[in-house]
C-alpha cells in the first residue's frame, strides 16, 4: 500500500516550548533512534542543550507537524550567531515516514528563521544517518565536507544554506 504525502493544509503547524507533552513522543523516539544507531545514551546528547535556546525569546523555536491533532513529525533551530540559525532535532513519527514531512519541517524551519532575521542555516546530522544526509542535500543545502570520503572518518556532517531575505521570496 503506497501512502499518500498530505497535503500542507491537512497539516497543522504549531511551535511550542520543549516540555509541551506533545513534545515527549518526538524527543523519546529521537533519543532511541539515536542510541540505536550509535549506542551509549543519546538522551544525554539531547539534554545538551537548555530548553530555554529553543524558545523565541533565545532566538530560537520548536515547531510540530500535526495531522488530526497528533504530532507527527517536528524539528527546532537555535541561535548559532547573529544571523545565523542551527538546525536541531529534525524528527518524523517512525510511522509517518517516506511522505516528505521532514523537507516540510524544514521549510517551516527556513521560514521562521527567515522572518526572524536569520540569513543563514547551519546544521550538523551523524554519519549514520543517510536519510537525513539526503534530506539536505535535496533541500539545497551545501555540505561542508567531502561528499567521497567515508561519512563515518568525519564524524558530525555539518551542511549550510543561505536564505534569501523575506523580501526576496516567491508569492504563492
Known amino acids: 500500500m503506497t501512502s499518500v504525502a498530505p497535503s500542507p493544509s491537512d497539516l497543522t503547524v504549531i511551535e511550542v516550548p520543549v516540555s509541551h507533552p506533545l513534545v515527549r513522543p518526538l524527543l523519546r ?3 532511541d533512534e539515536y ?3 550509535y549506542g551509549g545514551d543519546a538522551h544525554e546528547e539531547l539534554a545538551r542543550y537548555p530548553d530555554e535556546e529553543f524558545t523565541p525569546a533565545h532566538g530560537g523555536t ?3 507537524l500535526l495531522e488530526d491533532g497528533d504530532p507527527v513529525a517536528g524539528g527546532a533551530f537555535r541561535r548559532y550567531d547573529a544571523t545565523t540559525a542551527e538546525l536541531k532535532r529534525i ?5 509517518h515516514r517516506r511522505r516528505g514531512l521532514a523537507r516540510q519541517v524544514v521549510i517551516e524551519l527556513e521560514r521562521t528563521a527567515r522572518e526572524r532575521g536569520y540569513r543563514r542555516v547551519y546544521l550538523t546530522t551523524g554519519p549514520r544517518q543517510p536519510e537525513a544526509r539526503g534530506l539536505y542535500l535535496a533541500t539545497g543545502y551545501t555540505p561542508l565536507f567531502d561528499t567521497e570520503a567515508d561519512p563515518e ?4 556532517l555539518p551542511f549550510e544554506k543561505h536564505l534569501a531575505p523575506a523580501d526576496h521570496q516567491p508569492r504563492p
Do not use: V
Not at 91 to 95: G, K, L, Q, R
Not at 153 to 156: E, L
Open 35 to 37: 542510541t540505536a544507531r
Open 153 to 156: 572518518t568525519i564524524g558530525p
Open 62 to 64: 520548536l515547531l510540530l
Open 29 to 31: 523516539e529521537l533519543g
Open 91 to 95: 524528527w518524523t513519527h517512525s510511522a
